[in-house]
């Protein structure tokens, strides 16, 4: 378990951050736009991106239910950082930092 908590969850958070932004990234410069009506559009062009986006966004939401109720348990401090982390760099960078950092359950 050690393994999965020091080498793969935070080489799968840089990987969620490197990956989705890249992607992010050339949207923006081919002249799209994080304002609330383009994305949107942009988001939910077909039935498959509209499809793929409701998912992230209901896993997002469970993330961050689950994580405001297991941050006291786990010794996390400040969880309300990692809900913001999810819905604005995004679930894959988020998800495996928040359990990367946060401490061991006793017992």
């Not at 009506?37 to 077909?46: D, E, G, K, R, W």
């Not at 982390?85 to 928040?98: D, E, N, R, S």
Request: proline share 8%; hydrophobic share 60%.
């Amino acid at each position: 378990m050690p393994a999965l908590k020091n080498l793969l969850l935070p080489a799968l958070a840089l990987l969620g951050l490197a990956i989705p932004w890249t992607f992010n990234i050339a949207f923006l410069l081919e002249g799209g736009s994080f304002a609330p009506a383009p994305f949107l559009a942009a988001v939910s062009a077909n039935k498959l991106t509209a499809g793929i986006t409701w998912d992230v966004y209901l896993a997002a939401a469970a993330f961050s239910v689950w994580l405001l109720r297991d941050a006291p348990k786990a010794g996390v401090r400040h969880p309300w950082i990692y809900v913001a982390l999810t819905f604005a760099v995004g679930l894959a960078f988020a998800l495996p930092l928040y359990l990367a950092l946060r401490k061991p359950q006793a017992g």
